[in-house]
């Protein structure tokens, strides 16, 4: 009896002390994996700084770094790096993409830019040589030499414009001249000048008649030398 009571005390004891030491254990891994817990808070806590490091030593490029890590470990302060990179290369991109795009509307507007520049250049020139075969170029040179103010250059390309075959680059050389005296205010001469219009055009009956439609043009030859800043010391 006494032999059972002892034996059937041991086994209680050891069953006791089985207990006790896997509970004791139980305990342990719980903290364990509680401290733990706390070390990967703070570890995602600090994956800024973390990644900013990384990238000191490895480049921007974290990727490759740390990426296998970062799926063992599923957080903390290398899960924190990669979602920095990551991140850091996502605002790259869009700003990569962003410069990109208005890089090439930048390009648009210079190519239409100079597409329009060049058809104003052309079509310029094209009035310019319709200019030239109606009124000959003598006087047309003579024209922009008056808006410029170069009177006596006007009035030698006038003269000029004078002894062409064309009988329309005639009477343009003679309306060049009356404006040209006209705007120096040279009323003796400006009025002969009306009296060979009169003759020479057959548009014109009267010298009245060719006074109007001369000062009408002086006044936009006036006007474009304001537009262009231009002032003449008569």
């Given at each position: 009896?006494?032999?059972?009571?002892?034996t059937?005390?041991?086994r209680?004891?050891?069953?006791?002390?089985?207990?006790a030491?896997i509970?004791?254990?139980?305990?342990?891994?719980?903290?364990?994996?509680?401290?733990?817990?706390?070390?990967?808070?703070?570890?995602?806590?600090?994956?800024?700084?973390?990644?900013?490091?990384?990238?000191?030593?490895?480049?921007?490029?974290?990727?490759?770094?740390?990426?296998?890590?970062?799926?063992?470990?599923?957080?903390?302060?290398?899960?924190?790096?990669?979602?920095?990179?990551?991140?850091?290369?996502?605002?790259?991109?869009?700003?990569?993409?962003?410069?990109?795009q208005?890089?090439r509307?930048?390009?648009?507007?210079?190519?239409?830019?100079?597409?329009?520049?060049?058809?104003?250049?052309?079509?310029?020139?094209?009035?310019?040589?319709?200019?030239?075969?109606?009124?000959?170029?003598?006087?047309?040179?003579?024209?922009?030499?008056l808006?410029?103010?170069?009177?006596?250059?006007?009035?030698?390309?006038?003269?000029?414009?004078?002894?062409?075959?064309?009988?329309?680059?005639?009477?343009?050389?003679?309306?060049?001249?009356a404006?040209?005296?006209?705007?120096?205010?040279?009323?003796?001469r400006?009025?002969?000048?009306?009296?060979?219009?009169?003759?020479?055009?057959?548009?014109?009956?009267?010298?009245?008649?060719?006074?109007?439609?001369?000062?009408?043009?002086?006044?936009?030859?006036?006007?474009?030398?304001?537009?262009?800043?231009?002032?003449?010391?008569?």
């Open positions: 009896m006494n032999s059972k009571c002892t059937s005390k041991k209680h004891t050891g069953y006791f002390r089985i207990t030491f509970f004791i254990c139980t305990f342990a891994i719980a903290t364990i994996m509680d401290a733990n817990a706390d070390e990967v808070g703070r570890g995602a806590a600090s994956g800024a700084a973390i990644g900013g490091f990384l990238g000191l030593v490895f480049g921007g490029d974290l990727g490759d770094v740390v990426e296998g890590a970062a799926i063992g470990a599923g957080a903390g302060a290398i899960g924190g790096a990669v979602s920095k990179s990551k991140r850091k290369k996502e605002e790259e991109r869009r700003a990569q993409q962003q410069r990109e208005e890089q509307r930048i390009q648009k507007e210079q190519k239409q830019q100079a597409a329009a520049a060049q058809k104003a250049t052309k079509d310029q020139q094209l009035e310019e040589q319709a200019l030239i075969r109606a009124i000959g170029e003598d006087n047309y040179r003579g024209l922009v030499a808006v410029d103010c170069e009177h006596k250059r006007a009035e030698a390309l006038a003269n000029a414009g004078a002894t062409a075959s064309n009988p329309d680059h005639k009477l343009s050389s003679l309306w060049l001249k404006l040209i005296a006209n705007d120096l205010k040279q009323k003796d400006t009025a002969k000048l009306y009296q060979q219009i009169v003759t020479a055009d057959a548009d014109i009956d009267t010298v009245q008649q060719a006074s109007i439609e001369t000062d009408r043009v002086l006044m936009d030859v006036r006007k474009e030398r304001r537009d262009r800043g231009i002032a003449c010391k008569l």
